[in-house]
């Protein structure tokens, strides 16, 4: 975004409190946006930038959303979470999960 782009800019989705972090990916066509709401279930939806169009919707369990990242290519998305165990213990999770571009509000899958 320049100067002289940034007023033809217009607005994705009206956010809300319950939005943790957003996230542009590296060649700027997603958006990552991740909401926790609930107390423990998050979800995070992807859309492409140039339309608004949802392309990936995740969502699951855990206790405190920490923080996402792309990878260099635009592909992957990493996402850094915790749960508490049922003994109390606090368990840290990282999963990727790879973008899958134009398929509608699917993914390709997530790895722990």
Do not use: K
């Amino acid at each position: 975004m320049t100067a002289a782009n940034a007023q033809a800019v217009a607005p994705l989705v009206s956010f809300d409190p319950s939005i943790q972090q957003t996230l542009i990916s590296p060649d700027a066509t997603l958006i990552a946006v991740a909401s926790q709401y609930i107390d423990s279930d998050y979800r995070i939806i992807i859309y492409r930038i140039d339309t608004g169009e949802p392309v990936a919707d995740i969502g699951g369990r855990m206790d405190s959303f920490d923080t996402m990242a792309w990878s260099p290519d635009s592909a992957h998305l990493a996402v850094a979470s915790g749960y508490l165990s049922g003994g109390g213990t606090e368990l840290l999770n990282i999963r990727t999960y790879t973008i899958a571009h134009g398929l509608g509000n699917h993914y390709a899958g997530g790895n722990s």
